[in-house]
């Protein structure tokens, strides 16, 4: 499987949970190539037992093996000689390494794994070939490569759900008090309220309009933030002058932020399960909410040309089950009021009455997460179906 | 080399030897920037169709094939005479009409292009928009008038299309040949 980092950990988040799957539960021999080895090991820092060996390019944890991407021949032939090759978020391939696979027999299965997208056209997509001419030293070969898009029916790749992420989750939120009361202990908060939100967006407006709205609630609330670029936009929006550490938390009104450290994402997928309420962002954090089964609000990745707002209006539709039966009236005003917050929110708006509205909807928002979560559950999920698609398994 | 999302529908490019002809190329943003195209494409060697998808920044390899207008002349069973301007006469069988046989007609008097490759024709393409004469359709029974309403109605050849309600039998339509569809009816 071949990732590059593009920005923070969402496409190595992504790759290392589908590895991970692949090792663990198909026992499949998995090598993960990474181009930027420092935030590879900035990313899996909470899974390794000491100071990572940067120098070594290599290392084996979880019955996957990381690799720096291939640069030299040897490398790049190496790379190639595998059964299966996954090229995540349409990745180019080192042109040595194409030329292995050409000149391989069989050739290596050859997919390229797109982005998640809930819009129509996904479905059109997913599966089909996508022939590449590969020019050999002597021959030019053509190799099949073949799309495999996620998304949320039956007709696309599914999502990535391990086998057993929903009893996982159901456990965490039956012991959901015990665990905020470990969480108010280790940060010594002034109070225990209510409502819990765990905050992983994209910095910017969109951040400052968030914590606007969040600040003149009236309602206590306690919000957990990452260290980091977030949480010093956070103090600057607060108005203090030091970057907060980790592990610290920041009062202002009737709401505490927490500042967590980064964690691991079995951490991240408990700290989902206990909040009420999960603003995420991209692809990975916006998946692993879903599955937690609670409301969320999404920070969908902005493009310039506006054209996420497209795919956040496709997803809102397809999570409000707008095609479906008709809702009743309070799952209905609820979804309407989400709706229209999440999507103002992404446009870069002022969302303070909004968010105002959203909280006496969020115990059937609740509900409706949970239905989502069940629903989705009964789909195939992204690893089986790649593995089908790859003809190791039916 | 051209792009997938350069290539435009009528196109040929060359797959693992093969020309083929793309019907149709959609475009549609993926994440963080990036795009795809997804193509439906025809054989012209041998008229398989099939569907494929690109990276939109993909290289293709696109070919300028032969083409010359030419206009329908007869049917000698198996083949379809076509004649070109200086009356010179090129033979197709009906397998290479396929998407086209269903709107020849006798005395069709459309430009088409003969589409050579290696001194061989290989497919006879029709105009984009074609006007053809309703054979058979049932009778306007609501009266609608707004176009939006549809019923079946049959062409001289046989083929079946959907049209709007108002129209009858002896009208002409314009016909878009990609789509195989309706577009509008004809005012005399």
């Known amino acids: 499987m071949f990732c590059r980092i593009i920005d923070n950990f969402g496409d190595i988040g992504v790759s290392w949970r589908l590895c991970q799957q692949l090792a663990t539960e198909y026992g499949f021999v998995v090598t993960l190539w990474v181009d930027d080895w420092r935030a590879a090991m900035r990313f899996l820092d909470p899974l390794l037992g000491s100071e990572p060996d940067i120098a070594s390019q290599a290392l084996q944890l979880q019955g996957v093996c990381i690799r720096h991407w291939p640069e030299d021949e040897q490398s790049c032939v190496e790379a190639a000689q595998a059964a299966v090759i996954v090229e995540m978020f349409g990745c180019e391939l080192p042109e040595t390494t194409l030329r292995s696979m050409a000149a391989q027999q069989p050739h290596p299965c050859w997919i390229n794994l797109e982005y998640l997208s809930a819009e129509d056209w996904v479905a059109e997509l997913h599966g089909l070939p996508s022939p590449q001419t590969i020019q050999g030293a002597d021959q030019t070969v053509t190799l099949q490569k073949q799309f495999f898009l996620p998304g949320f029916t039956d007709n696309t790749g599914g999502l990535l759900r391990e086998r057993p992420l929903i009893t996982q989750h159901q456990t965490w939120q039956n012991e959901q ?32 309009n968030l914590v606007e709205a969040l600040i003149q ?15 010093n936009q956070l103090a600057s929006e607060l108005g203090l ?13 009737n709401i505490q932020f927490i500042v967590h450290p980064f964690v691991s994402q079995a951490d991240y997928d408990r700290l989902l399960s206990i909040c009420d309420i999960n603003i995420v962002r991209g692809e990975d954090s916006f998946v692993r909410a879903q599955w937690a089964g609670k409301p969320l609000l999404w920070h969908i990745y902005p493009q310039d040309d506006g054209v996420h707002l497209d795919k956040l209006q496709a997803f809102q539709s397809l999570y ?4 479906g039966p008709a809702k009743s009236g309070a799952e209905a005003a609820a979804l309407a009021c989400w709706q229209a917050l999440n999507f103002r929110w992404n446009c870069g708006d002022g969302i303070e009455n909004l968010w105002h509205d959203l909280r006496p909807h969020l115990p059937a928002l609740h509900s409706h997460a949970r239905n989502w979560q069940q629903k989705l559950a009964e789909l195939p999920d992204l690893t089986s179906s790649l593995v089908r698609a790859t003809g190791f398994a039916t | 080399m051209k792009t997938a999302q350069e290539i435009r529908a009528g196109q040929v490019i060359m797959i693992d030897g093969s020309p083929w002809k793309v019907q149709k190329n959609d475009f549609h943003r993926a994440g963080r920037g990036s795009a795809v195209n997804k193509m439906k494409l025809k054989n012209l060697l041998n008229g398989v169709a099939t569907e494929t998808a690109f990276k939109s920044d993909d290289k293709l390899e696109q070919i300028v094939l032969e083409q010359k207008e030419v206009t329908y002349s007869y049917f000698a069973d198996p083949m379809y005479v076509f004649v070109d301007s200086d009356y010179e006469q090129i033979e197709i069988e009906k397998d290479d009409l396929e998407n086209v046989i269903d709107f020849i007609e006798d005395g069709m008097e459309d430009v088409c292009q003969a589409v050579f490759y ?17 054979a058979y359709t049932e009778p306007s029974a609501r009266g609608d008038t707004t176009g939006k309403v549809m019923k079946t109605a049959r ?3 046989g083929y079946e299309l959907k049209v709007s309600e108002f129209c009858d039998i002896g009208d002409l339509i314009e016909i878009d040949t990609i789509a195989c569809e309706y577009k509008a009816r004809v005012k005399r």
């Open chain 1, 217 to 231: 609630d009236a309602e206590p609330a306690v919000c957990i933030i990452p260290t980091g670029k977030l949480a």
């Open chain 1, 177 to 208: 008090e015990v665990l905020r009361d470990k969480l108010n202990n280790a940060y010594g908060l002034d109070s225990n309220p209510s409502l819990w939100l765990s905050l992983f967006c994209y910095s910017g407006n969109s951040l400052a």
């Open chain 2, 155 to 157: 062409l001289k050849s």
């Open chain 2, 118 to 134: 290696n001194g061989k024709v290989i497919s006879i393409d029709l105009p984009k928009t074609i006007v053809r004469e309703i």
């Open chain 1, 320 to 323: 409000a089950g707008e095609a």
């Open chain 1, 241 to 253: 002058s030091s970057e907060p550490a980790p592990g610290k938390y920041l009062t202002h009104g």
